[in-house]
């Protein structure tokens, strides 16, 4: 009986009250849940780790889910488990989600159908739970909301890190100049390995002058920015005639001149993978996995943690000295 008490249950991560790192609580005894009509259970392998999870932690959100609750949205792993109506999967199927109804920092995760997706035998688990967020929303901020075209040149700003490294992937498969931002030289080597045609080191004090010494009088036509609460007021400076900036990650408020804005008829626009309809992720997903058979969409890993470190990824993924791919969850 003690065993078959212990077969329904899982370590999750989960968070009682809005806070820092330590409300992060790793529990051995959370019920493994069941997939209802549509959905899917996922015995979890790998799960990514992204900023937006520290923010939705912090209580410093717009979207703040009901206590408590575990997080984690990019899982890759095995499916468990069936609900009624599910046909597109089965049992031992290897896949990666783009979400998850129930959290991804478990051993199970409970998960949309529709948000599922085969995970190519090309990848391991610790790649396909780096594709998720990173991969759907550069795709989404280059094309969906960037309209970005071949022959286009964009400047990936903060290209080492999960989002970074998979603008540069997408970007130079689709035909464009790819200009890449590093803090660190391993991170520009990696930038560079992935896709960018130039990089630069975003902590040498003149590095903007150096960017609008390559690009010349004509500027970049697409910005990609990670940190536009640092970074936007330049961005401006450094466009093309109608170019843009999509606004892709923020860490609080920025002054800005919006006279420089109408010099170029340059635009800035927000992206949220949050709001993608399922038409739009569908796309998303149809590219994607044309780009893992095509074999340029290859997700770079880069620190490991177990569940156990939890707090230490999350302190990480805000305050390392420079991002070297996607950070994962084993």
Same mark, same amino acid.
């Given at each position: 009986?003690?065993?078959?008490?212990?077969?329904?249950?899982?370590?999750?991560?989960?968070?009682?009250?809005?806070?820092?790192?330590?409300?992060?609580?790793?529990?051995?005894?959370?019920? +493994?849940?069941?997939?209802?009509?549509?959905?899917?259970?996922?015995?979890?392998?790998?799960?990514?780790?992204?900023?937006?999870?520290?923010?939705?932690?912090?209580?410093?959100?717009?979207?703040?889910?009901? $206590?408590?609750?575990?997080?984690?949205?990019?899982?890759?792993?095995?499916?468990?488990?069936?609900?009624?109506?599910?046909?597109?999967?089965?049992?031992?199927?290897?896949?990666?989600?783009?979400?998850?109804?129930?959290?991804?920092? #478990?051993?199970?995760?409970?998960?949309?159908?529709?948000?599922?997706?085969?995970?190519?035998?090309?990848?391991?688990?610790?790649?396909?739970? #780096?594709?998720? +967020?990173?991969?759907?929303?550069?795709?989404?901020? $280059?094309?969906?909301?960037?309209?970005?075209?071949? @022959?286009?040149?964009?400047?990936?700003?903060?290209?080492?890190?999960?989002?970074? !490294?998979?603008?540069?992937? !997408?970007?130079?498969?689709? @035909?464009?100049?790819?200009?890449?931002?590093?803090?660190?030289?391993?991170?520009?080597?990696?930038?560079?390995?992935?896709?960018?045609?130039? #990089?630069?080191?975003?902590?040498?004090?003149?590095?903007?002058?150096?960017?609008?010494?390559?690009?010349?009088?004509?500027?970049?036509?697409?910005?990609?920015?990670?940190?536009?609460?640092?970074? =936007?007021?330049?961005? $401006?400076?450094? $466009?093309?005639?109608?170019?843009?900036?999509?606004?892709?990650?923020?860490?609080?408020?920025?002054?800005?001149?919006?006279?420089?804005?109408?010099?170029? %008829?340059?635009?800035?626009?927000?992206?949220?993978?949050? =709001?993608?309809?399922? %038409? %739009?992720?569908?796309?998303?997903?149809?590219?994607?996995?044309?780009?893992?058979?095509?074999?340029?969409? &290859?997700? +770079?890993?880069?620190?490991?943690?177990?569940?156990? &470190?939890?707090? &230490?990824?999350?302190?990480?993924? !805000?305050?390392?000295?420079?991002?070297?791919?996607?950070?994962?969850?084993?």
């Amino acid at each position: 009986i003690a065993m078959a008490a212990t077969r329904n249950v899982m370590r999750a991560v989960r968070v009682f009250e809005f806070g820092g790192p330590e409300v992060l609580k790793l529990q051995s005894d959370v019920v +493994i849940p069941n997939p209802k009509e549509n959905q899917v259970l996922i015995k979890v392998l790998a799960c990514g780790v992204n900023p937006v999870e520290t923010y939705i932690r912090s209580g410093n959100y717009a979207r703040k889910p009901a $206590l408590p609750y575990t997080p984690g949205s990019d899982v890759a792993g095995v499916i468990e488990g069936v609900g009624e109506h599910v046909t597109a999967f089965k049992k031992g199927d290897r896949v990666f989600t783009i979400g998850t109804i129930s959290g991804g920092y #478990a051993g199970y995760a409970v998960a949309a159908a529709n948000s599922v997706f085969p995970l190519s035998d090309k990848l391991d688990f610790r790649q396909g739970a #780096a594709i998720g +967020i990173p991969y759907f929303t550069a795709y989404r901020a $280059l094309f969906q909301k960037g309209h970005a075209k071949a @022959g286009e040149s964009v400047l990936v700003h903060g290209a080492s890190g999960g989002v970074g !490294i998979a603008t540069c992937q !997408i970007a130079r498969a689709c @035909g464009l100049k790819v200009l890449g931002t590093a803090g660190t030289e391993e991170g520009m080597n990696m930038v560079l390995r992935n896709g960018a045609h130039q #990089a630069f080191n975003h902590r040498e004090a003149n590095y903007i002058d150096k960017i609008k010494e390559y690009t010349g009088m004509g500027g970049v036509d697409i910005i990609i920015e990670m940190l536009s609460n640092i970074n =936007l007021a330049t961005d $401006l400076q450094l $466009l093309s005639c109608a170019g843009r900036v999509m606004v892709v990650g923020c860490r609080g408020p920025i002054e800005i001149n919006p006279r420089d804005t109408m010099s170029k %008829e340059s635009s800035i626009i927000g992206v949220s993978l949050f =709001l993608a309809t399922e %038409e %739009e992720r569908h796309e998303c997903a149809t590219a994607l996995l044309d780009g893992i058979e095509a074999g340029w969409l &290859k997700p +770079i890993v880069g620190s490991e943690y177990p569940l156990e &470190k939890v707090a &230490k990824a999350h302190e990480d993924i !805000i305050h390392s000295s420079g991002a070297r791919g996607k950070m994962v969850l084993l």
